[in-house]
């Protein structure tokens, strides 16, 4: 989609499927119009809450599920490890309470487990707000995808 496009129509569910916060989705929408790309992933890099970080990620796969369809499937392409992914975000879990999050674009099975175990050495606090960077990054991922200059 071009950005003009992109400031002059209906694009709550494309920034829905981007990040399916409605306070950013919002604010996104109340910056229109955007004078460029630029204008607009930085309009986008807004602080998550808490609840809204946890509300995210209930729309969010686990890493290493293949998803049927979606962002989240050419995104967790690289992932070929599925068996040693599904005792890892059991642990994962059981510690934090929530699904793995993480940037999965570009990456592979072996980089993204590693960067599991090792956020497994963060306390609750510390990995939610890692976990609500890695959404931004997703979100601003998603929307250089869909919308171009």
């Not at 496009?5 to 929408?29: G, H, I, S």
């Not at 809450?49 to 979606?70: D, F, L």
């Not at 005792?87 to 929530?98: I, Q």
Request: proline fraction near 4%.
């Amino acid at each position: 989609m071009l950005l003009t496009d992109f400031n002059t129509t209906d694009v709550r569910a494309l920034l829905t499927e981007c990040l399916a916060v409605p306070r950013w989705v919002d604010t996104v929408l109340a910056g229109r119009p955007y004078a460029d790309v630029d204008a607009l992933k930085a309009a986008a890099d807004l602080p998550l809450s808490s609840a809204e970080i946890r509300q995210a990620m209930a729309a969010h796969p686990r890493i290493g599920e293949k998803p049927a369809s979606g962002w989240a499937r050419s995104e967790q392409s690289g992932v070929d490890n599925a068996d040693a992914f599904a005792a890892a975000n059991a642990e994962y879990e059981a510690k934090f309470g929530h699904v793995y999050l993480v940037c999965a674009s570009g990456r592979g099975g072996d980089e993204l487990l590693k960067i599991l175990r090792e956020r497994l050495d963060n306390d609750p606090a510390t990995e939610l707000a890692v976990a609500g960077r890695e959404l931004l990054k997703i979100a601003e991922l998603r929307l250089a995808k869909a919308v171009t200059a």
